[in-house]
């Protein structure tokens, strides 16, 4: 079960490995979820508006190699307005949105150097943008607060990075949009990546975003750590850390999580997330996610996931962590 698969990474190997885009010129997915309970939603007339409701988003992916060691790739995200429900006129699809969710290149340099330009996802945490290269259905803390601070939907960023290796660690640096599009100041991110092990991955992050007035829930400076081991001694294992702390609002947020694929197309998944906020006082706010898998087809995968919240802080939009209980079913198909 994938934890992790950023950009980044995707795109040296899309660049250095000619014929791969070509290979993939188009992909996807089609992401249908059924909200089976949900007492995280404020009720409206003491009925929850997502409990008994399907909501569908869908992603075309294009990606082409006109030049040698040249990729170019864009992703279009497609979303079903609310999660299932008709819009806001009463016209089924009123408010049912399409956008351009990456568009970037990726240049191979030299040996061993790629040059990415464009909008494409934060490479900074271990958890992967869509659906089909993560393990939950639903994000996580680290996720949701590295989102959050970004203006660009879907935890993106605009901007130039170059990656290389430097003996057994492969750095990444890059010039960005100020995240939060405020900002005449550039943010810069710098990463790195080892892998000490074979199925031992190691990332160390941080990305600048200067102070302003003008958002008040702005975290400034961001670090992120995270550490992925998927041991040879038992096959199917994943286990994972993803620890983030911040300048401001934040003093530190985690995930700890695992995975097991059981075998016959099985697979199970936890999680537990807390978050300890910079202000005096304000109790830790945690969750905890289970889920079980089944690879229905070979394109196909039915997923149920629970969540139970305690939603200590009111900051849900910061961290997506509600209270009570949250279950889903998801279907996921690719193309």
Request: avoid cysteine.
């Amino acid at each position: 079960m994938k934890m992790k698969k950023k950009l980044l990474s995707l795109a040296i190997v899309a660049a250095m490995a000619p014929g791969f885009a070509a290979a993939a010129d188009i992909s996807g997915f089609g992401d249908i979820n059924y909200t089976i309970t949900d007492d995280a939603t404020a009720k409206v007339a003491g009925k929850s508006p997502t409990e008994g409701k399907f909501g569908a988003n869908a992603e075309i992916d294009l990606s082409a190699s006109p030049a040698n060691g040249v990729t170019a790739r864009v992703d279009v995200d497609l979303s079903l307005a609310g999660n299932g429900t008709i819009g806001a006129n009463n016209s089924q699809g009123a408010n049912n949105s399409g956008a351009i969710e990456q568009a970037f290149f990726a240049w191979s340099a030299a040996e061993g150097v790629t040059v990415i330009g464009g909008v494409f996802n934060d490479p900074i945490g271990a958890e992967a943008e869509d659906v089909p290269d993560r393990t939950f259905m639903s994000h996580g803390v680290v996720y949701n607060i590295l989102d959050q601070q970004t203006s660009l939907a879907g935890d993106n960023v605009a901007g130039l990075a170059v990656a290389g290796a430097v003996g057994p660690v492969t750095l990444t640096g890059a010039v960005l949009n100020d995240l939060q599009g405020i900002n005449e100041e550039n943010s810069m991110a710098l990463l790195a990546n080892y892998s000490p092990i074979k199925g031992l991955e190691l990332e160390l992050g941080m990305v600048t975003q200067a102070s302003s007035s003008k958002n008040p829930n702005s975290a400034e400076d961001v670090t992120n750590f995270n550490v992925i081991y998927s041991p040879e001694q038992v096959a199917g294992l994943t286990v994972g850390l993803d620890y983030l702390t911040a300048g401001k609002i934040v003093d530190s947020a985690y995930e700890l999580f695992a995975s097991y694929d059981i075998g016959y197309g099985f697979g199970v998944a936890a999680r537990h997330e807390n978050v300890s906020w910079a202000a005096a006082g304000d109790q830790d706010s945690k969750r905890t996610t289970l889920n079980v898998s089944y690879q229905v087809a070979s394109n196909l995968k039915a997923t149920l996931e629970s969540a139970k919240g305690n939603a200590a802080n009111p900051m849900t939009g910061v961290t997506g962590i509600g209270k009570d209980n949250v279950t889903t079913l998801n279907l996921l198909a690719k193309f």
